[in-house]
């Protein structure tokens, strides 16, 4: 061995410890107990069981969650697609942390790493590591759409969000992951109830606006690391399987036009051609008008030209 290999930096691992039992048992009823009411939703909403105040509760919480994960927790957080002033990057840490899908500095992580290993070995949602025959395909679906999840290796935060865990704001927000999903199902209750008056509406507000609107916003993200790895178009080249999926686009926010994303990782916006829906994108010009957010990594008609197949 020679003497620069024998200083060499070892690589950390990718993984480093196992969630408890505990975790584990978090992680399992956040997926399930939301889809049995996603289940249970079309019976619900037949004749009785919903009303307009459930509906918009619903919409309202399903954009300001989704919108917490996908400016927040991936373009900010994830990619630095943007600069935010303090009280702005809490509130996304705060909200992105409702969505019940883990602590911002898991999500990170575990989101850095499928880009560093993108449909390679070391993906932890690659829906390409089984094969490409009709069982493999759906052994991968299932792994990349949710199946991931039930593992119980943790990805190393010390190697992919170094920069978080020296944040004290953040670090502080991950710990209240907890506390920050009951309240969004509490929240939409509270209000259901206020409303209506009655414990009836805080019942439904709850199930609408808090378990079902959990349920979708899942299965959505969900798709972005499946759908939009194995069908679709690539206009873009990239390293990868990614795709655009433009039916997904206004419940993504904009996310599942995939394909620039895994071309361009930190630009802003995904959605860079006429017709593109992006959502998120639109979110981030608003923080950036209010003077909220800068240094904003706008797509440029260069970049997009060294980026076309």
């Not at 290796?153 to 991950?174: E, K, Q, Y």
């Not at 010009?285 to 076309?308: K, M, N, Y």
Request: glycine share 8%; aromatic share 12%.
């Amino acid at each position: 061995m020679t003497a620069a290999a024998q200083h060499r930096p070892a690589v950390a691992p990718l993984v480093e410890g196992r969630k408890t039992t505990a975790e584990q048992a978090l992680v399992v009823a956040f997926m399930v107990v939301p889809l049995l009411a996603l289940a249970a939703a079309v019976p619900l909403a037949w004749g009785w069981g919903l009303t307009w105040l459930d509906v918009v509760l619903a919409v309202f919480f399903y954009y300001l969650t989704g919108l917490g994960v996908t400016v927040g927790f991936h373009r900010h957080f994830t990619h630095s697609s943007f600069k935010a002033k303090r009280p702005l990057r809490i509130a996304l840490a705060v909200i992105g942390s409702t969505a019940f899908q883990g602590g911002v500095i898991g999500w990170v992580a575990d989101h850095r790493r499928h880009h560093a290993f993108s449909d390679k070995e070391g993906d932890p949602h690659s829906p390409w590591l089984f094969g490409t025959g009709p069982a493999a395909m759906i052994r991968g679906f299932w792994h990349s759409h949710m199946g991931w999840i039930l593992g119980r290796d943790r990805t190393n935060a010390r190697r992919f969000a170094p920069d978080l865990l020296a944040d004290r704001d953040i670090v502080a927000v991950d710990r209240l992951f907890l506390p920050l999903t009951l309240a969004s199902l509490l929240v939409p209750a509270l209000i259901g109830g206020l409303v209506s008056l009655s414990w009836w509406g805080a019942l439904t507000a709850l199930f609408w606006a808090g378990l079902v609107r959990v349920a979708v916003l899942h299965h959505v993200t969900w798709s972005i690391n499946s759908i939009c790895h194995m069908f679709g178009d690539r206009p873009f080249a990239a390293r990868d399987r990614s795709a655009n999926v433009w039916w997904l686009a206004v419940l993504s926010f904009g996310e599942s036009w995939h394909n620039l994303h895994h071309a361009d990782p930190t630009c802003a916006r995904h959605g860079v051609r006429r017709g593109q829906v992006d959502i998120s994108a639109r979110i981030i010009w608003i923080f950036e008008r209010l003077g909220w957010a800068h240094s904003v990594r706008w797509p440029t008609t260069r970049r997009l030209e060294r980026l076309t197949r």
